[in-house]
Structures are given as C-alpha cells and as structure tokens.
C-alpha cells in the first residue's frame, strides 16, 4: 500500500498527511506522551527557552498542531508579566502580544481550542488560531517577531517553500526561525534501537493505542527521509537565514534548529 512507500507522489503526500492527522487528531496528544515516553514536553520546553518569548511580540507557530508550542510561549510570557513590577506597563504590553497557531488540520486546531478553554486561555486575546498552509502564509509581509515549527516541516510537500515563505516575507528583520523535529540518530547501538522502535514499537502502538497502524508507519518513514542535521542546515541557509545552527537533543533523536533573519 501506499502508506508503506518511500516514493510518495507529492499530491498523494499532502492528501495522506491531511488524513493522517484528521484521524489522529484526537489520540494526538496521548501518543505523543506514549511514543516519546514524555519527553517530548521537555523538547517543547527546551524549544520556548531558546526562543526566549518577549512581551508585545508577534509569534507564528506553524503546524501548531494542539498547541502545546503556543500554551508554553504563553505560559512563559505569564511568568515574566508576574514577575514584572510595572504591572501597568507590562499588561498594556501584553495586550499587542500575538501567539498566533496556524495549522492546516482544522481538526489538530479544534482540539488545541478546547485545551485553551481547558487551561483558562479560552478568552486570553493573546492566543489566535488559524488554519493555514506552511507553504502559502495569510501573513503581512515583515509582520513576526518569532517563527516556530515542531514536529511539522517534515510532513510538508516543500521544504524549500515553507522555509521561504518564513525568511523572505513573513519574519521582521531580527526575527528567529526555530525548528524543533525529530533527526537522525547517528550513535552505533543506539541507533539500531532506535531504528527497531521506531519500525516496530510505533506501529504496534499506533494500532493498539490510536487503532490506526498506518499513519504511524507513515510518521516513521517521514523521519527517515527528512533530511540530516546538516543537510537541512544548508537548506535554512540557502533560504536566507544567517548564524544558522542546531543542537542535538538525546543524541539525534530530535534537534533544534535556529536561525536569523538580518
Ligand atoms: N506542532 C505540534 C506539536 O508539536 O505537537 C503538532 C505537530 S504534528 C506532528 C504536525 C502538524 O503539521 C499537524 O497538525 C498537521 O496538520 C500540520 N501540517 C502538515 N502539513 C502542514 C502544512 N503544509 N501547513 C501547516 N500545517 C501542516
């Protein structure tokens, strides 16, 4: 079938990545806990900390998914405002804040929704919500402060194209690219460990947990052909950015990649 192809027709890999995550969208946020045993949460945290969010900015969080990147930007910013003497100052601030998630799933974004009620972010004006493509931003151009993308520009048809859109319209001059996403494990051993539980382990609990064996059996195999650390350095940079760089988190299993738009 189709899902266990390397050779995916590109029409045929953006109609497979929307149903993918229309079907998963629900067993989402519990899968990610199961698969990545947790840690995942710490990536994201490690992700907001590098972006070091600042009251007033504009932040575009791209395949934003359920959220979880924007409820911790939010979160951090929340701290700082707590901690910030002039309370006045800093919420008028605050107000011209925008954590904006855009996905193109609407149904990955109406799960995001009901965890902001959750959460008592359900009337924070801050927190803004739109479905759109990676590829073909509704943004103004030079409008962001800050672009982030989890766990989402391995699933897009052109990688070339959503890192353009992000460097040569969207982000200010000043504004950072960070990518977190899931990268190649080069360390012996671990490597064959890893490559068994992702071959088998994930599928077998995408079945078990998610029912659904094939979409998890395709988020395996976009890891495989996502591009190596290095490659998709080159990439971030021919797109424009400057100081590009990543950082390895738990030997390859996922990195963070950065960089600068001038
Ligand atoms: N960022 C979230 C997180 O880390 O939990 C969600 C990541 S999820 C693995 C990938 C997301 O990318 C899905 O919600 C999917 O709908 C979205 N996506 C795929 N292609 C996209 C595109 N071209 N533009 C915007 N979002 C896209």
Redesign the pocket.
């Known amino acids: 079938s189709h899902a266990t192809s390397f050779e995916v027709h590109e029409e045929e890999k ?1 109609r497979l ?2 149903n ?2 229309s079907s998963v ?1 629900s067993s ?2 519990l899968m ?1 806990d199961i698969m990545s045993v947790g840690l ?1 949460r710490l990536w ?1 945290d490690r992700l907001v900390s590098k972006l070091n969010p600042f009251p007033g900015m504009k932040h575009l ?9 924007a409820f911790r930007i939010l979160e951090a910013l929340n701290s700082v405002k707590h901690r910030a003497t002039q309370d006045v100052l800093e919420d008028n601030l605050h107000e011209e804040t925008q954590i904006i998630v ?4 609407p ?3 109406n799960v995001g929704k009901k965890r902001a009620m959750e959460r008592g972010l359900g009337e924070d004006k801050s927190l803004i919500w739109v479905e ?4 073909d931003l509704k943004f103004e151009d030079n409008s962001l402060d800050g672009y982030t ?4 520009i ?4 052109h990688i070339e194209k ?1 890192l353009a859109e992000a460097y040569s319209r969207v982000l200010k001059r000043g504004g950072r690219f960070l990518c ?1 996403e899931l990268n190649h494990v080069e360390v012996p051993v671990f490597k064959e460990l890893y490559d068994y539980y992702s071959f088998s382990v994930i599928p077998a609990v995408g079945e078990l947990v998610a029912g659904d064996r094939n979409s998890y059996q395709y ?1 395996v195999e976009s890891i495989c052909r996502f591009p190596s650390q290095e490659t998709f350095v080159s990439l971030i940079a021919a797109a424009g950015f400057q100081k590009v760089e990543y950082e390895n988190l738990v030997g390859g299993v996922v990195a963070i990649h950065s960089g600068l738009k001038f």
Not at 61 to 69: E, I, L, P, S
Not at 132 to 135: I, N, R, T, V, Y
């Open positions: 953006s990545v929307g993918v995550f969208a989402y946020d990610n995942h994201k969080d791209v395949a934003g998914g359920t959220g979880d990147v855009c996905d193109i799933n149904n990955m974004l759109g493509d990676a590829e993308i989890a766990f989402g391995r699933n897009v048809t959503v977190l988020l």
